[in-house]
């Protein structure tokens, strides 16, 4: 084997290099791929199941015998299931190329982009993967767009062409000079010697040392460095300390810099952060290096950064352009007369089959052509003959481009309509018990009570645990009957929570305060036991829950000891602990997108980065006894700042929180001391209101302000509090006994209505009053008024306060804060405080389908009800509505509803009205509801004085 493409520094005295051992199984391998090797094909690199990969370099002539040696031996490189190329094996990547696999249906990755079935992110990897780049090798590594051109705007505008690098120039070719020069030097050069044939470039794109500057704050990449610079860090001058600098650099000031990013820039913020205190020196002007400074627009955070720049790539403008970057690097202007058109040559040796390594007798020209490779780079391996087809693009009313929408339901996605989220009438499905687990799957909806889960990937089985006996059960999900009784488990005790990461493994958590992967057995003889694997051990009381990502192949627990431990999936050992919870930690999941994970206790959310890391925080307390029971993400697009964690309440309310930017004072003022929740509390404590006391409920409701009382700032449901009903003014707490039908008017009319009332001008014919409103008017709603007895916690600028232009522009003695904020919740069916619910109960699961169309609720009564977009948002029931037998008369004059006076609801405020209470008609903005719908007299009046404000205000 070669040694690592790495050169280690000189040492005095015999070098010694540390060898290592991999061991991986046959049947752990998922796939095998031919590789080159300083531009020689002699590698393979190795994928397994679990995600690690090797890179294995070998002898003139051995590579094959070996691959041959894996396609005989391992079972799964015979499956034609698809691969880390996005495609099946065997599949040209060129469209046109075979009638073959045109006619059976095969499509290749590039047909999968162009029709908007993967992303741009997720094809460029592929791309990379197919042309041999391997994140094992940094003269190989991953190479990505620079897609931007604006690092100074306080906010960017993905629909101005501006905003971007020209996608169809190579980087020496971003500035007329630059290109002026490159042609030059193509046009007058000369090699005497004649063995170097004219290139634009002698520097290359993508190097070990180009990809080692950019990771040099994270590990192992700084030792990779320091070896690359022989034992120190490069002139702070030269280091990559601005994404601004480096930019300029690479397209405008430095003609030996083109390089261009590579994938970390669009999903990895930690390599923007020098967490480890490097002393990376100071630049001349004094400016000591320490993290990455960022552009203006991503508001000094790296997640930010990495999520904006991530949706800049997504965006229209990339999706319509991205081919004719491809064309450059990977495709057709790589290589011959199109590249010397394109300004795209490099240097000769950069090239595959230029020259063979192998056939060079000279010691020191092979040490130096070796070297060049090293540390200059190489070209992928050129995947398109022709030009690269364009993402398939349609073109709007006003004539800009668009790519197709990922999603044929792209509009149907949950929680961008949380305001119109359609409930179902009755149960989708019924358990005998409190729900525990919900499985979305393409046949259908799964379900299973408390104290079970499902066995993926057929969902078929279930395990189940809480028995007398101490003892675990597998059994088969339809008839319930047990298949496999596990017994003899009475020394780790009782167990209180499981999950199954994949059908082999089952872990387990309890009262030993141990975490026990259990191996279940494939064979026959072993069904009918559970064998050890591992027990973890760190947490210093029970074990409460559980959950696991197969993306990133890690486990997550919670427990009554306050904390939370990252387990590693793959070695079975520690990784990081999550601290801070002010109470026993009661619910846990993982965006399998992000990694970013989600812990629960008490009435605390908390966010954490998959390095353990804190994100954000936010307090649910509402003035009611309620607390988090389940959680759960939408792992829809990254990148989207609709996307929301959802929380199940033991009030019955299930809530949405979105990740926000809100301005707060660099000093804040010192925050109220909250009382924490005693080691001791059982359940029944959590969840009782009597065990709080007047100061109690005070020391929470002012704690966390920017986000405690975000629910207070949302609008008040009609029923009786809990419903996602925005309004204009601000929601305050009732208790328990407050009248349902007596709420709605703090929302749906004032005393003041009627004194502007007269002077509105008015459309009634055929019973109805119809208003419509004219097209170009802002759709915010005056800003909510700050909840009575807050004012001591630091005051976020509200959005609406500030003209939409100027909002992004960061005031003074303020900064940027990443908070979690309440956006909107469900009621009907469940929440305790609504009086039309007949059987409230507590949430105890929640799930989201596959497309995000629908969210579906699990409760304590078995049931489970599911939520999705409405066709006809204002026509169909909506979460704020009144139930039919939840009044008898109308909540305008107190008639009483009959066969012939029938029920009609006020679409703004969900009360029910006579036909003649609601013979108004309107839109309503904030409900996205865009055509004029039954109203009652005092929304009508409130919705006419909104929209007149909104007017005056643009005005």
């Not at 059987?839 to 939520?867: C, M, N, Q, Y």
Request: with cysteine; charged share 25%.
């Amino acid at each position: 084997l070669h040694e690592a493409i790495i050169p280690r520094g000189a040492r005095q005295g015999q070098s010694q290099l540390k060898r290592t051992c991999s061991i991986f199984a046959y049947e752990d391998i998922k796939e095998v791929h031919k590789r080159r090797y300083l531009l020689q094909p002699m590698a393979v690199e190795v994928f397994s199941a679990d995600g690690r990969n090797y890179l294995l370099a070998f002898q003139k002539g051995v590579r094959n015998k070996v691959y041959q040696r894996f396609l005989a031996v391992v079972p799964s490189l015979a499956d034609s299931s698809e691969s880390v190329s996005g495609q099946r094996p065997n599949t040209s990547v060129e469209q046109g190329s075979g009638l073959l696999s045109t006619l059976v249906g095969e499509k290749s990755v590039t047909q999968r982009w162009e029709r908007g079935e993967i992303s741009n992110f997720q094809y460029l990897m592929h791309l990379n993967t197919l042309a041999g780049r391997s994140y094992n090798d940094l003269m190989q590594y991953p190479v990505f767009p620079w897609i931007l051109a604006d690092f100074d705007s306080e906010e960017l505008d993905l629909n101005n062409p501006k905003t971007f690098r020209n996608l169809s120039k190579p980087m020496g070719a971003q500035t007329d000079d630059r290109l002026t020069q490159y042609k030059k030097r193509y046009k007058d050069w000369e090699d005497p010697n004649g063995e170097t044939p004219a290139y634009h470039y002698g520097t290359h794109y993508s190097s070990a040392m180009i990809v080692a500057s950019y990771l040099v704050r994270m590990e192992p990449f700084t030792q990779i460095f320091l070896r690359l610079q022989g034992g120190h860090f490069d002139l702070a001058d030269r280091m990559f300390h601005s994404v601004r600098e480096a930019w300029l650099s690479a397209s405008k000031h430095n003609m030996a810099d083109v390089k261009e990013l590579i994938p970390e820039f669009f999903y990895l913020p930690e390599f923007l952060l020098n967490s480890n205190n490097f002393d990376l020196g100071a630049k001349q002007n004094g400016t000591k290096l320490g993290d990455v400074i960022l552009p203006p627009w991503a508001k000094g955070d790296p997640r930010e950064f990495i999520r904006v720049h991530r949706d800049a790539l997504e965006c229209d403008y990339v999706s319509a352009h991205l081919h004719e970057w491809i064309d450059l690097i990977f495709g057709y202007k790589q290589q011959g007369p199109p590249a010397v058109e394109a300004v795209n040559v490099f240097h000769h040796l950069f090239y595959e089959g230029q020259v063979d390594i192998y056939n060079i007798n000279d010691p020191l020209k092979e040490t130096a052509t070796i070297g060049f490779i090293n540390n200059f780079g190489q070209i992928p391996k050129q995947l398109f003959k022709k030009p690269h087809p364009p993402k398939r693009v349609r073109s709007r009313t006003n004539g800009e481009l668009t790519s197709i929408p990922p999603s044929s339901s792209g509009d149907k996605i949950f929680f961008h309509h949380l305001d119109n989220l359609r409930p179902s009438l009755a149960p989708v499905k019924e358990l005998k018990e409190p729900v525990g687990q919900i499985v979305c799957t393409d046949k259908g909806i799964l379900a299973v009570e408390q104290n079970k889960v499902l066995v993926p990937p057929g969902w078929s089985r279930t395990f189940a645990w809480g028995y007398a006996d101490l003892s675990c059960r597998l059994a088969n999900y339809e008839s319930d009957k047990a298949l496999v009784v596990y017994e003899g488990l009475l020394e780790w005790g009782q167990i209180l929570c499981a999950i199954c990461p994949n059908p082999k493994l089952v872990i387990t958590g309890g009262t030993s305060t141990a975490i026990c992967v259990w191996e279940t057995g494939t064979s026959k003889e072993r069904t009918k036991s559970l064998t050890l694997k591992q027990a973890l051990l760190g947490h210093t009381d029970a074990v409460t829950c559980l959950t696991a990502s197969s993306a990133y192949r890690i486990v997550v627990s919670g427990s009554r000891d306050r904390t939370c431990i990252i387990w590693d999936l793959n070695k079975l050992s520690f990784v990081t602990q999550l601290r801070g919870h002010r109470a026993p930690v009661s619910a846990v999941c993982i965006n399998e997108l992000t990694g970013d994970i989600v812990s629960c206790a008490g009435t605390h959310i908390h966010m954490w980065s998959i390095n353990g890391s804190p994100i954000a925080s936010a307090n649910t307390f509402t003035g009611r006894s309620q607390q988090i029971l389940c959680c759960c993400v939408s792992e829809m697009n990254e990148w989207d700042t609709q996307n929301v964690v959802v929380t199940g309440h033991s009030d019955g309310v299930v809530r949405f929180w979105r990740m926000e930017f809100l301005q707060v004072p660099e000093t804040p003022a010192p925050e109220p001391v909250e009382p924490d929740v005693p080691d001791c509390c059982g359940d029944e404590k959590l969840e009782g209101g009597e065990s709080h006391n007047g100061d109690d409920d005070s020391s929470e409701s002012d704690a966390d302000e920017s986000s405690l009382n975000q629910e207070s700032r949302a609008p008040p449901n009609p029923t009786g509090g809990s419903g996602s009903q925005p309004g204009s003014t601000v929601h305050r707490p009732r208790g328990p006994s407050s009248r349902a039908g007596a709420s709605w008017s703090m929302d749906s009319g004032s005393d003041d209505s009627h004194r502007w009332s007269d002077s509105l001008s008015i459309d009634e014919k055929d019973g109805f009053v119809f208003v419509n409103y004219s097209e170009g008017q802002t759709k915010g709603a005056a800003p909510h008024p700050a909840h009575p007895g807050q004012a001591s916690a630091p005051q976020p600028l509200p959005p609406a306060t500030a003209d939409p232009r100027t909002f992004h522009q960061l005031k003074a003695g303020y900064r940027w804060e990443r908070q979690l904020v309440f956006r909107s919740k469900l009621t009907m069916h469940t929440a305790f405080d609504r009086k039309d619910n007949a059987h409230p109960a507590e949430i105890t699961s929640l799930a989201i389908s596959k497309d995000h169309s629908k969210i579906l609720v699990g409760d304590g009564r078995g049931r489970v009800f599911s939520w999705s977009v409405s066709d006809q948002p204002g026509r169909s029931a909506a979460d704020h509505w009144v139930k039919d037998e939840g009044g008898d008369s109308c909540s305008g004059c107190t008639v009483r509803f009959s066969l012939t006076e029938r029920r009609h609801h006020c679409r703004n405020c969900g009360q029910l009205f006579c036909q003649r209470c609601s013979r108004f008609q309107s839109e309503i903005k904030r409900l996205k509801i865009s055509s004029p719908v039954r109203v009652c007299q005092n929304c009508f009046y409130n919705l006419q004085h909104e929209r007149s404000v909104d007017g005056g205000g643009r005005n």
